[in-house]
């Protein structure tokens, strides 16, 4: 069994007004998300290349979701702030996104999905899979989404 680790930050706000506490409140993190790469053996000796999963990885999160304000699809500051031109990354069911808000929990699904989009588009051996992303959005609070279909799970 082998596996790999890729780690990005990036830097975004959210809200969360379905819950009750300060997390109403428009707020930012540095988030930062680690995705495991794993397969039960290499091609070539390697289990992915690292340098193009890593450029794939940091185009989509910077292009998406740095320095973008994370929204859910109702929440009725989505349409004022890109009013004002500023960058939302809109979450919502009906787009495939686990919740229709941006907790912790759904920006690792989010990022877990899109990786396995950038794996399937590597040359990388078909074998390997993304087994497992963490996304910290405070050094206290991690969230990790495993994908189902992994038939390994990676420890950190």
């Known amino acids: 069994m082998y ?6 930050t990036f830097d975004a706000a959210h809200r969360l007004p379905h ?3 300060k997390c109403t409140n428009l707020h930012g993190h540095t988030w930062r998300t ?3 790469i794993a397969a039960a053996d290499l091609h070539d000796g390697v289990l992915v290349e690292f340098g193009s999963f890593k450029t794939l990885m940091r185009d989509w999160i910077d292009t998406n979701l740095d320095h973008a ?3 859910g699809a109702a929440d009725p500051l989505t349409p004022a702030l890109r009013a004002e031109g500023c960058r939302v990354f809109t ?4 787009a495939g996104h686990a919740s229709s808000w941006p907790t ?31 996304v910290a959005e405070t050094p206290a609070n991690t ?7 992994s038939a390994t799970w990676t420890t950190a």
């Open 3 to 8: 596996a790999a680790q890729l780690t990005h």
């Open 19 to 21: 819950l009750p506490g």
């Open 34 to 36: 680690t995705i495991y």
């Open 69 to 71: 304000a994370l929204l």
């Open 91 to 94: 979450f919502d069911t009906a």
């Open 104 to 134: 912790v929990e759904t920006v690792a699904h989010l990022i877990g999905h899109q990786a396995g989009q950038w794996l399937f588009n590597l040359a990388s051996p078909r074998h390997a899979q993304i087994s497992r992303v963490d």
């Open 143 to 149: 969230a990790t989404w495993i994908n189902p279909n």
